[in-house]
């Protein structure tokens, strides 16, 4: 027999209407906290860059959302977050700005950033775009990334009948973000990659994983797909989860 947890045994109508209304900031899933039983992936992100951000100058963070990973690593005074969606930009201005990081918005693919002005660049998630990364670090400057793969957590997708979005961007293959790198400059230092699953206990989390991950499902809207959430939630109660496979690639390389 499953046993399902406080939030499984909601009505679908109830946590239909808390996760559709809640108010999303920054890049914060405190929602869904106790709502997931996520597989861990084999390295830590921050354990990774804190070291390195101790050591450096300067810091760059591409798309910070609400600045909650980048302020935890405790970035050396003159640094600097960029962030593309502009209701975020604020909140990491608040979190980030009492520690001396300045908060830019991008507005597009381009950083808007000088060349050769940091000596450590960290991308968490963000946009990836090789070129830039090299040309804003300085010579000898290194960059951590972690990344989504293009085909990541399809299942929703599939759930909701909506087409995964194709960005050229988002690399397929770790092979694929390595060599994009070696072209323009970089020596690869360290390349890993994981695959890992996440269980969605109730319904609720994942429309609020969808809000805040809007790219993941382009069209996504509860009320117009309340019906197949519905048919997640049946499958949830009956299943005791949802769950989805994800793939990510840790890359440190050296400018």
């Given at each position: 027999?499953?046993?399902?947890?406080?939030?499984?045994?909601?009505?679908?109508?109830?946590?239909?209407?808390?996760?559709?209304?809640?108010?999303?900031?920054?890049?914060?899933?405190?929602?869904?906290?106790?709502?997931?039983?996520?597989?861990?992936?084999?390295?830590?992100?921050?354990?990774?860059?804190?070291?390195?951000?101790?050591?450096?100058?300067?810091?760059?963070?591409?798309?910070?959302?609400?600045?909650?990973?980048?302020?935890?690593?405790?970035?050396?005074?003159?640094?600097?977050?960029v962030e593309p969606h502009a209701p975020n930009v604020p909140i990491a201005t608040a979190r980030l700005g009492p520690l001396?990081?300045?908060?830019?918005?991008?507005?597009?693919?381009?950083?808007?950033?000088?060349?050769?002005?940091?000596d450590l660049v960290l991308n968490r998630h963000g946009y990836f775009d090789a070129p830039e990364l090299c040309r804003v670090?300085?010579?000898?400057?290194?960059?951590?990334?972690?990344?989504?793969?293009?085909?990541?957590?399809?299942?929703?997708?599939?759930?909701?009948?909506?087409?995964?979005?194709?960005?050229?961007?988002?690399?397929?293959?770790?092979?694929?973000?390595?060599?994009?790198?070696?072209?323009?400059?970089?020596?690869?230092?360290?390349?890993?990659?994981?695959?890992?699953?996440?269980?969605?206990?109730?319904?609720?989390?994942?429309?609020?994983?969808?809000?805040?991950?809007?790219?993941?499902?382009?069209?996504?809207?509860?009320?117009?797909?309340?019906?197949?959430?519905?048919?997640?939630?049946?499958?949830?109660?009956?299943?005791?989860?949802?769950?989805?496979?994800?793939?990510?690639?840790?890359?440190?390389?050296?400018?």
């Amino acid at each position: 027999m499953i046993l399902l947890d406080a939030s499984s045994a909601r009505s679908f109508d109830e946590l239909f209407d808390e996760a559709a209304s809640v108010p999303i900031e920054g890049w914060d899933f405190a929602f869904n906290r106790g709502r997931t039983e996520d597989q861990s992936l084999p390295w830590i992100y921050q354990d990774l860059a804190r070291p390195l951000v101790a050591e450096a100058r300067r810091v760059l963070d591409i798309d910070t959302g609400g600045g909650e990973i980048f302020g935890s690593l405790e970035p050396p005074t003159g640094s600097v977050a960029v962030e593309p969606h502009a209701p975020n930009v604020p909140i990491a201005t608040a979190r980030l700005g009492p520690l001396g990081v300045t908060v830019i918005e991008r507005a597009g693919a381009r950083l808007p950033i000088t060349d050769g002005e940091f000596d450590l660049v960290l991308n968490r998630h963000g946009y990836f775009d090789a070129p830039e990364l090299c040309r804003v670090l300085a010579p000898g400057g290194l960059l951590l990334t972690q990344q989504v793969a293009a085909q990541n957590d399809l299942e929703f997708n599939e759930a909701l009948g909506l087409p995964p979005k194709v960005d050229p961007a988002i690399p397929n293959s770790l092979h694929e973000l390595t060599e994009g790198l070696r072209s323009v400059g970089f020596q690869i230092v360290d390349a890993r990659e994981a695959s890992i699953r996440t269980r969605y206990l109730d319904v609720g989390a994942v429309i609020y994983q969808l809000r805040v991950v809007s790219w993941q499902a382009p069209g996504f809207d509860p009320k117009r797909h309340r019906p197949q959430l519905r048919r997640i939630h049946d499958h949830i109660v009956e299943a005791g989860g949802f769950e989805v496979r994800s793939r990510r690639f840790l890359v440190r390389a050296r400018k």
